[in-house]
């Protein structure tokens, strides 16, 4: 970036500081809330930036990448009333991790693929704690079951407990996929969802190992089910009828067609 495209960030950024210190001091809407009060408006953001990043939106990326800014710039406020810490301290904060973290470049360690990149990430955030942190300490619970699922796979690649070979996995699947059957056949409510979780959890790996991330996968198939589900209805209603008036064979013809568009 240039000194003039430098120079216009660091204007803007600090307009924005005043902003939210006059609407701190004079909003009634933003002087009550609190780190609490803005936890779940903040997921809500997160998701909308992620809706505008799948549906490849450069204009509602940008919006919503303002809109969480706005709350990371909320939350700093919020800090510094407590004298806790200022948005100087969250850059600087994150100014010296992304230089700990990235030796490669600012150090002399070597890495020449995103792989090793990654395994050095890991093995340098155990490293912070005195080497006593947890390796899955840092997934947050939060998370919602898939993107977890990933996230502590891919935590737990980092440190070398993976498959040896990306094909094993596949016995894996079928192991967890007998299972199941099994509880299914023996009515066990109980342990047919928890063989259902091993199951998705093995599936969520296999696409992993495969370089898939599960959870585009399946948001992907669900954008398609959606899109053939409403031609489905759009048609039915076209011709004067109710899905629930058709037989399932009669819904299958016009899914085909809706496959073929």
């Known amino acids: 970036m240039d000194d003039n495209k430098h120079h216009k960030t660091l ?14 001091a004079k909003c009634p ?13 903040t997921i ?18 940008k919006k919503e990448l303002g809109d969480l800014l706005l709350h990371i710039v909320f939350y700093a406020k919020i800090g ?11 850059i600087q904060s994150l100014n010296e991790k992304l230089i700990y973290r990235h030796p490669h470049i600012f150090g002399d360690v070597e890495a020449n693929d995103a792989k090793t990149v990654e395994e050095n990430w890991e093995k340098l955030k155990l490293k912070e704690k005195g080497g006593n942190k947890s390796v899955l300490e840092g997934v947050p619970l939060s998370l919602p079951a898939m993107v977890k699922a990933n996230r502590i796979q891919d935590k737990a690649r980092g440190v070398g407990f993976d498959w040896e070979h990306k094909e ?21 409510a109980d ?3 928890a063989e259902f979780g091993d199951l998705i959890f093995s599936i969520i790996n296999a696409a992993r190992l495969y370089g898939v991330n599960p959870e585009n996968a399946l948001e992907r198939t669900n954008r398609k089910f959606i899109k053939r589900f409403n031609y489905l209805e759009e ?14 064979a009669e819904m299958d013809v016009i899914w085909e067609e809706a496959k073929k568009r």
Do not use: H, P
Not at 80 to 90: I, K
């Open 80 to 90: 510094s009333e407590t004298e806790s810490f200022g948005m100087g301290d969250v």
């Open 44 to 61: 809500e953001e997160t998701y909308e930036l992620a809706d505008a990043i799948i549906n490849n939106d450069s204009s509602a990326i």
């Open 11 to 24: 204007v803007v950024f600090k307009e924005l500081l005043d902003i939210m210190d006059e609407l701190r």
């Open 235 to 248: 048609k039915t209603l076209k011709v004067g009828k109710d899905l629930k008036e058709m037989s399932l």
């Open 191 to 193: 342990k047919t969802e």
């Open 168 to 188: 094993q996995v596949w016995d894996k699947v079928k192991e967890e996929l007998e299972e199941l059957k099994v509880e299914i056949d023996a009515n066990d």
């Open 29 to 41: 809407w933003d002087k009550k809330q609190t780190n609490d009060s803005l936890r779940t408006l």
